[in-house]
């Protein structure tokens, strides 16, 4: 029986196949809905290849949205990086403007209260020597620029011009040892001396053990050295020492204008008076 199967297997196989094929039609021919096993194991075969390559493919989509996303948003923070500089650029350039016509307009407004020759001139050099207190500012001689003639700004003193080139002049500031401004104590109206100070500061020169000076008090210039006009805010003291045995007082002042902020300046030759007071 056996070796019957093993020698007819190829057509006992096709006549089962054939069979089976022509059961399958008359059945699916009768019944409502079609008899499909195979299609069926064949379906849930492929069923987990499906889901995976479903979920391989979805993937790949969102993670190629997410980089054309991505890509976008880096473009879009790039011009967005490049909108904010444009502005912070204007924004510092506008602040820069209005700071210097509100230094221009406070310096316009000083030439008109002191009266006589007056240029407006900037600073565009210092000194690197420390003990050198100096600038140089970009107007000179062709400007109306010359030797002795005062610097000012709106908040006090600045210096005095000692050389003038053609195009450019050199300030000697307060705070200079070799300074020297002439003084009055505005509460009392006493004469001094201000100099500059070895520490950087400056000293109230010249004042009697007698006279009334406190700390607080303010100096203005008196307008009799016929470099400063009457009446520019100096500075205010901020000490005074113990008068012991010596002739003078010792007085050290704060100066009203901060030199080493000074950026624009009014170089004057005041009108003098017959009045020094």
């Known amino acids: 029986m ?83 500089e444009s502005l912070e650029k204007s924004a510092r ?75 450019t002049s050199r300030v000697l500031l307060v705070s200079d040892l070799s300074s020297a401004v002439d003084i009055l104590v505005q509460r009392t109206r006493t004469r001094g001396i201000v100099s500059g100070a070895a520490d950087g500061g400056c000293t109230l020169k010249y004042l009697e053990r007698k006279e009334d000076v406190q700390i607080g008090d303010t100096l203005v210039t008196s307008g009799l050295d016929g470099i400063f006009p009457k009446g520019q805010l100096l500075g205010t003291v901020t000490r005074v020492g113990a008068q012991g045995g010596h002739l003078f007082q010792e007085v050290e002042v704060k100066l009203s204008a901060d030199l080493s902020k000074v950026e624009e300046v009014l170089v004057s030759r005041p009108l003098l008076t017959a009045d020094g007071r």
């Open 93 to 167: 350039h506008a602040t820069e403007v209005y700071s210097a016509n509100q230094r221009l307009s406070e310096l316009l407004t000083l030439r008109e209260d002191i009266g006589g020759t007056a240029v407006a001139a900037r600073i565009v050099g210092r000194s690197p020597l420390a003990w050198v207190k100096t600038a140089v500012l970009d107007r000179g001689t062709s400007h109306g620029v010359t030797k002795g003639m005062s610097v000012l700004v709106s908040s006090g003193v600045v210096g005095q011009v000692m050389s003038a080139s053609a195009h």
């Open 2 to 84: 056996q070796r019957f199967f093993y020698q007819y297997r190829v057509t006992l196989s096709c006549i089962f196949f054939l069979a089976s094929s022509l059961f399958l039609a008359m059945v699916n021919i009768r019944a409502p809905y079609r008899i499909d096993p195979v299609g069926v194991l064949v379906l849930e075969v492929m069923y987990i290849p499906q889901l995976a390559v479903t979920w391989v493919g979805d993937y790949v989509g969102q993670a190629w949205n997410h980089y054309v996303a991505l890509w976008s948003l880096r473009e879009e923070n790039a011009e967005l990086r490049k909108k904010i």
